[in-house]
């Protein structure tokens, strides 16, 4: 059973420098338990799935253009994405807030699914007519899944069109472009664009009868704890899966980077699709380097042992 009051995007600390090197005996050992990049042997696995998790962060958006504000050259204007993603930025400054949020709507308007979002929503289709299950627990606040088919999906970093009011708490979605009028042409991600400074009074505003109160994003903050309903819903899909996909994400941001090992530490085969490794991939039985979008879609293309309906 994961946690449930975990506070959100917590970095794990680096404690590697505090070992030292092991013996080179340990180091083969390591070595020879490398996961496996056979797609034959997944392919031969994940025919016979019945309940698929597929565990998806940034990288799943990558190769559909979407910046992940993390890293190096991961700025809108002069800030990274930890220095308004917070309630305590919302509370200073909402106008700039809802500029970053306003920029970040806009561009995601303009992006579309890449063929790995394409290839979980077709597999989630193909093998529901199988009385099979694919559900979807995504890092990601863009909705590039649902906007490719996928149908269970499982958001627990909320989502971009999203709103949630800071007065009744009522969440709606909110698909308009602009959010309001004052923020049209707004939210410029140069370092040398001027702040707005925008009237609270003028920024979004809830719709619910007699209310009238401020909006903000419906995602999770830094600092903020994750929906414990979803992530009790998350828990159950991850304790009934006998097959897990980890899909283009860093494993560094908790919880979700407690999901795939606990489902490996019961034996459940899992599958890791990155262009990078991780502190997790030893944990797991298979690795595919590359972009999910090249490596994703021959791995849940239909399987000679389907039948097709």
Sequence with gaps: MILLQFTARKLVSQVGNCFKRPPKLQ???IETSRPSSDLAEFREIFAK?????????????????????????????????????TPEAFARNPSRVWEFYHYRRELMLS??????????????????KQGRKVVVVTQNID????????????????????????????????YRSPICPALAGKGAPDPDTEDAKIPVE???????FGCNGLLRPHV?????????DILMEVNKELEICDLCLIVGTSSIVYPAALFAPQVAARGVPVAEFNTVVTDATT???????????????????????????
């Design 220 to 228: 999770v903050w830094f600092g903020e704890t994750l929906d414990s």
């Design 202 to 208: 003028d920024l979004p505003r809830c719709e619910e």
């Design 143 to 174: 909705e590039l899944h649902k906007r490719a088919g996928s149908k269970a999906i499982y958001e627990i970093h909320g989502s971009l069109f999203k709103t949630r009011c800071t007065n009744c708490k009522h969440v709606a979605e909110n």
């Design 49 to 85: 799935a019945k309940h698929v998790t597929i565990l998806t962060g940034a990288g799943a958006s990558a190769e559909s253009g979407v910046p992940t504000f993390r890293g190096k050259g991961g700025f809108w204007r002069k800030w990274q994405a930890q220095d308004l993603a």
């Design 27 to 29: 180091m083969t050992q």
């Design 111 to 128: 992006k579309s699914p890449n063929a790995a979002h394409i290839a979980i929503a077709e597999c989630e289709a193909r093998l529901s």
């Design 283 to 309: 944990k797991f039985r298979f690795y595919f380097p590359g972009p999910c979008g090249t490596t994703l879609p021959p791995a849940l293309a239909r399987h000679e042992s389907e039948v097709i309906f």
